[in-house]
Nanobody, 129 residues
Framework: QVQLVESGGGLVQAGGSLRLSCANS????????MGWFRQAPGKERDFVAA????????AYTDSVKGRFTISRDNAKKTVYLQMNNLKPEDTAVYYC??????????????????????WGQGTQVTVSS
């Protein structure tokens, strides 16, 4: 139904940029609101950014505001995370998520990490100092 596949991770120096992509390879064209989470070694999976179904409203955790931009192209069934001015503390495995019950960023965030229906396999982002 919904199958999410992330790409674009890698190793970058502090101050550099990466763009992550999350493509829905499933049969359904609708994924509702979508978002990105990250998990550093030994830590919980944390919210990074979310975007509503039509791509008009976004939400970010405070630590990435002004540096990261989430966007989506529904024709390509893909959501992106542009990450600029990367810092070593951004190092983590990044996961995209979706839930057909959520159309707004508020609904997506209310469902939360433990309730979201669909997850990608994760992509590693490593920022060296």
């Amino acid at each position: 139904q919904v199958q999410l596949v992330e790409s674009g991770g890698g190793l970058v120096q502090a101050g550099g940029s990466l763009r992550l992509s999350c493509a829905n390879s499933g049969r359904t064209s609708s994924t509702g609101a979508m978002g990105w989470f990250r998990q550093a070694p030994g830590k919980e999976r944390d919210f990074v950014a979310a975007i509503n179904w039509i791509g008009s409203i976004t939400a970010y955790t405070d630590s990435v505001k002004g540096r990261f931009t989430i966007s989506r192209d529904n024709a390509k069934k893909t959501v992106y995370l542009q990450m600029n001015n990367l810092k070593p503390e951004d190092t983590a495995v990044y996961y995209c998520a979706a839930d057909l019950r959520a159309f707004t960023t508020a609904q997506f965030m209310d469902i939360g990490t433990t309730g979201l229906s669909y997850w990608g396999q994760g992509t590693q982002v490593t920022v060296s100092s």
